[in-house]
């Protein structure tokens, strides 16, 4: 049974910083992709970063430049920093990874709220 535990989350300031983790695990599992969504709420889920196993990143416009999406391959964990934050990026923060046992399935962890005050 692999799961995904996320952690970092929390109340900032406008302006502040915030690293959110995921770590998988479990046994006898590869992990592929990964990345992180958020959803505020009222609004549709919105994808926010991803990155490949080779370290390929890739942002929505929204975050670009000011949030950095890492992995740490022996760890089997991603992480999220979050530079410059605004009230707009408060939502439930949810990490991923697709990820094969004996099939490739896409894992979720269990969200972490993410609040910035103005």
């Known amino acids: 049974q692999v799961q995904l535990a996320e952690s970092g989350g929390g109340l900032v300031q406008a302006g502040g910083s915030l690293r959110l983790s995921c770590a998988a695990s479990?046994?006898?599992?590869?992990?592929?992709?990964m990345g992180w969504y958020r959803q505020a709420p009222g609004k549709q889920r919105e994808l926010v970063a991803t990155?490949?196993?080779?370290?390929?990143?890739n942002y929505a416009d929204s975050v670009k430049g000011r949030f950095a999406i890492s992995r740490d391959n022996a760890k089997n964990t991603e992480y999220l920093q979050m530079n410059s934050l605004k009230p707009e990026d408060t939502a439930v923060y949810y990490c991923?990874?697709?990820?094969?046992?004996?099939?490739?399935?896409?894992?979720w962890g269990q969200g972490t709220q993410v609040t910035v005050s103005s």
């Open positions: 991923y990874a697709d990820i094969t046992t004996t099939n490739t399935y896409r894992y």
């Open positions: 990155i490949t196993t080779g370290g390929r990143t």
């Open positions: 479990g046994s006898r599992f590869s992990i592929n992709d």
